[in-house]
């Protein structure tokens, strides 16, 4: 495989990686509302989501789904669902003030990372996408220290990514912002992570 190949794909993800999207949304969020540290163990959780859903995909999952509609179709009102649940909370404590920072009590590491995990595992579209880039791009033959090379890629791509967006919107004027408009950036994150979720699950 050529080096060539290996920053397509590189370059391929990142520029996925930095589209707008639910993981977007809750890190975003993340960062305003419970800081720098939470946001960072999420963005270390969303590398490893892409990381598993790109294993998978070279495990040939998305060809698994192209057989069997049904379990994608499954997989993808379910990951609809709990982004939908997550939006319905957003919605639900959207007029609750934010604590001072003083007074903040974040989610601990482990929680933060399971929950972006668990957010991330939500879109299997993800693993079908890796699919499509893998079948131009990796050769059936490739050896596998290429492929973890691959997978260290892609897990880097994305936690750095959402290491930056968690630094941006835990700055203190990003705090500030958020704290002001807490009900209705609440209810428009809440607003958009439902849409992403009915995105996921009926499209």
Not at 123 to 129: D, G, L
Not at 143 to 165: D, K, S
């Amino acid at each position: 495989m050529s080096a060539a190949a290996i920053l397509s794909i590189a370059l391929i993800h990142l520029a996925a990686a930095m589209s707008p999207g639910p993981s977007f949304v809750v890190a975003a969020r993340t960062a305003v509302s419970e800081g720098f540290g939470t946001a960072t163990a999420l963005a270390f959780s969303f590398g490893l989501g892409a990381a598993l859903w790109a294993a998978a995909a070279m495990a040939g999952l998305a060809l698994v789904f192209e057989l069997m509609p049904q379990l994608f179709t499954a997989l993808k009102v379910i990951g609809g669902a709990f982004l939908i649940f997550i939006a319905i909370q957003m919605w639900r404590h959207a007029r609750e003030p934010l604590p001072e920072a003083a007074d903040l009590h974040p989610r601990s590491a482990g929680s933060a990372v399971w929950f972006g995990f668990v957010t991330f595992a939500a879109n299997p579209k993800t693993a079908v996408f890796f699919g499509a880039v893998f079948v131009g791009l990796v050769p059936s033959e490739t050896p596998l220290a290429i492929r973890a090379l691959l997978l260290a890629i892609i897990f880097t791509n994305e936690t750095l990514w959402y290491i930056l967006v968690a630094r941006f919107f835990s700055l203190p004027h990003a705090r500030t912002l958020y704290t002001r408009l807490k009900t209705a950036i609440d209810r428009m994150f809440g607003g958009l992570i439902a849409l992403f979720g009915l995105r996921i699950a009926m499209f």
